[in-house]
């Protein structure tokens, strides 16, 4: 069984910076792409990032420039560096692993999440 814990969440001002991370255990399953994914009060829940095992990345519109995904093989965590926050990234942040090379949010993102607020 594969376990992903979310961490790195809490309150923030707008335009600061949190880390989210994300570790990744469990046996039998070696993901093709890590991600994360978000859900606010009353939204679906959406893609964020993906990082494939390549190393390649891509990002939601709303977040390019600002948010950055990388891991670490050797710790086999995952992390979300997220700069000048909005209010509108306020949601529970939810890390995503897949054995395709692309996510689905509801599929893929199955941990307890984190939570990210952003105070205006």
């Known amino acids: 069984q594969v376990r992903l814990v979310e961490s790195g969440g809490g309150l923030v001002q707008a335009g600061g910076s949190l880390r989210l991370s994300c570790a990744v255990s469990?046996?039998?399953?070696?993901?093709?792409?890590l991600g994360w994914c978000r859900q606010a009060p009353g939204k679906q829940r959406e893609l964020v990032a993906t990082?494939?095992?390549?190393?390649?990345?891509s990002y939601a519109d709303f977040v390019k420039g600002r948010f950055a995904i990388s891991r670490d093989n050797a710790k086999n965590t995952v992390y979300l560096q997220m700069n000048t926050l909005k209010p509108e990234d306020s949601a529970v942040y939810y890390c995503?692993?897949?054995?395709?090379?692309?996510?689905?949010?509801?599929?893929?993102?199955w941990g307890q999440g984190t939570q990210v607020t952003v105070a205006s």
């Open positions: 995503a692993a897949s054995a395709r090379d692309y996510i689905l949010p509801l599929l893929d993102s």
């Open positions: 469990g046996s039998g399953f070696n993901p093709k792409a």
């Open positions: 990082i494939r095992l390549d190393g390649s990345t």
